[in-house]
């Protein structure tokens, strides 16, 4: 897992790369449990527990959520990306192509 390898030695890295690390890594795994609590609701055939599994889901998109902001304010690399894409119309990859001509 991802959480458990630098592929530097900690002691060379500066303290915002590992608060960036622990970021990343947080929200891969804020997204994989979105994607299994999707997958087991898909699968549950009890209206009741299919109700939670559906809201743990969504606690944990907002967790996901959470921490893309954190990594938006914390990378101006980040933020200069997430304002170019995010909550754009149109066609997304139609928009790359827009932006090179800048």
Same mark, same amino acid.
């Given at each position: 897992?991802?959480?458990?390898?630098?592929?530097?030695?900690?002691?060379?890295?500066?303290?915002?790369?590992?608060?960036?690390?622990?970021?990343?890594?947080?929200l891969m795994e804020e997204l994989?449990?979105?994607?299994?609590?999707?997958? /087991? !609701?898909?699968?549950?055939?009890?209206?009741? *527990? =299919?109700?939670? +599994?559906?809201?743990?889901?969504?606690?944990?998109?907002?967790?996901?959520?959470?921490?893309?902001?954190?990594?938006? /304010? !914390?990378?101006?690399?980040?933020?200069?990306? *997430? =304002?170019?894409? +995010?909550?754009?119309?149109?066609?997304?990859?139609?928009?790359?192509?827009?932006?090179?001509?800048?």
């Open positions: 897992m991802a959480s458990d390898h630098l592929h530097a030695p900690r002691e060379r890295l500066r303290k915002e790369t590992i608060h960036m690390h622990q970021a990343i890594t947080s994989e449990a979105v994607d299994w609590y999707q997958q /087991r !609701a898909d699968d549950c055939d009890d209206p009741t *527990l =299919k109700a939670i +599994l559906l809201h743990n889901m969504r606690e944990e998109i907002e967790h996901a959520a959470m921490t893309l902001e954190w990594i938006r /304010r !914390a990378s101006p690399d980040f933020n200069k990306e *997430l =304002k170019e894409y +995010l909550f754009q119309d149109g066609d997304i990859v139609g928009r790359e192509h827009e932006t090179e001509g800048k």
